[in-house]
Antibody, heavy 119, light 108 residues
Framework: EVQLVESGGGLVKPGGSLRLSCAAS????????MNWVRQAPGKGLEWVSS????????YYADSVKGRFTISRDNAKNSLYLQMNSLRAEDTAVYYC????????????WGRGTLVTVSS | AIRMTQSPSSFSASTGDRVTITCRAS??????LAWYQQKPGKAPKLLIY???TLQSGVPSRFSGSGSGTDFTLTISCLQSEDFATYYC??????????FGQGTKLEIK
């Protein structure tokens, strides 16, 4: 089955760190650019970061630049998001999303993992 | 960053209705626009990409149009399962990819 499964979310104090993982299966993970998108409670979608298939190109939203690091391990079919210096406003459901081949939007999403930053 | 503005933010409709949601980009994005549907507690689902191309498996009652700065998503005959929140997204110029604020479609 073609799917993405996120893990690693939880409750963390302000200033703390968390590492999210996204396990891919059912497709050739190494052929796709991947993204993290988040959604704060009751709010809309916010793109967080993207990484190209070979990790050559990496981009971040200004809101997380310098605090979050995206990476991938194509041998393990896995995507990661290392989140440091967490703030209350980082509280959200974090989704990993596959970028469709040939610039077709984000065609596959995981179910998301909830990150709560609170003291 | 390119700003995406959807209208309306929410509205009510009945099953069988034809509904249209609009999305406007703050600058031209050619046809690099996607539409997503999101139901409560679920991940977004890609409906349309390249402004008007239906994603595989999406019912034909969904259609998209537009290019440049103005785009529309139309649902020709609302079904009960279509009540959800819809988002547009530009992928012409990034970073950042930007989403519209969402349009919540509710049952009248």
């Amino acid at each position: 089955e073609v799917q993405l499964v996120e893990s690693g979310g939880g409750l963390v104090k302000p200033g703390g760190s968390l590492r999210l993982s996204c396990a891919a299966s059912g497709f050739t993970f190494s052929s796709y650019s991947m993204n993290w998108v988040r959604q704060a409670p009751g709010k809309g979608l916010e793109w967080v970061s993207s990484i190209s298939s070979s990790s050559s190109y990496i981009y971040y939203a200004d809101s997380v630049k310098g605090r979050f690091t995206i990476s991938r391990d194509n041998a393990k079919n896995s995507l990661y998001l290392q989140m440091n210096s967490l703030r209350a406003e980082d509280t959200a459901v974090y989704y990993c999303a596959r970028e469709g081949t040939g610039r077709r939007g984000f065609d596959l999403w995981g179910r998301g993992t909830l990150v709560t930053v609170s003291s | 960053a390119i700003r995406m503005t959807q209208s309306p933010s929410s509205f009510s409709a009945s099953t069988g209705d034809r509904v249209t949601i609009t999305c406007r980009a703050s600058q031209g994005i050619s046809s690099y626009l996607a539409w997503y549907q999101q139901k409560p507690g679920k991940a977004p689902k890609l409906l349309i990409y390249a402004a008007s191309t239906l994603q595989s498996g999406v019912p034909s009652r969904f259609s998209g149009s537009g290019s440049g700065t103005d785009f529309t998503l139309t649902i020709s005959c609302l079904q009960s399962e279509d009540f959800a929140t819809y988002y547009c997204q530009q992928y012409y110029s990034y970073p950042p990819y930007t989403f519209g604020q969402g349009t919540k479609l509710e049952i009248k």
